[in-house]
């Protein structure tokens, strides 16, 4: 099992960035393909964007492609999620998870999230 600790999130004025950090131990972060989901008041969790283990792969949510990025360090045993052109609707509760199998798959283990808020 692999403990996950977001951190990164704080209020932005639409059209500003912020870089989200998640912080993973455990041997296996390295071998696991890892997501970025969010959840609004009110409303369920929705997939953002995924990477795979070793980088090669990356997909996102079309509501944010083009905008947001995903990257990771192994070697540091944290994912990032870049986020530039935030609109107001993207705040929400950041949360990165562990995925199964590859980058397509389920998320399996959550960190306890970070919160964004973007101003209009």
């Known amino acids: 099992q692999v403990q996950l600790v977001e951190s990164g999130g704080g209020l932005v004025q639409a059209g500003g960035s912020l870089r989200l950090s998640c912080a993973a131990s455990?041997?296996?972060?390295?071998?696991?393909?890892m997501g970025w989901y969010r959840q609004a008041p009110g409303k369920e969790r929705e997939f953002v964007g995924a990477?795979?283990?070793?980088?090669?792969?990356?997909r996102y949510a079309m509501s944010v492609k083009g905008r947001f990025t995903i990257s990771r360090d192994n070697a540091k045993n944290t994912v990032y999620l870049q986020m530039n052109s935030l609109k107001p609707e993207a705040s929400a509760i950041y949360y990165c998870?562990?995925?199964?199998?590859?980058?397509?798959?389920?998320?399996?283990?959550w960190g306890q999230g970070t919160q964004v808020t973007v101003s209009s």
């Open positions: 998870a562990t995925l199964t199998g590859t980058y397509l798959g389920a998320p399996e283990d």
């Open positions: 455990g041997r296996t972060f390295r071998t696991s393909a």
């Open positions: 990477i795979s283990s070793m980088s090669s792969n990356t």
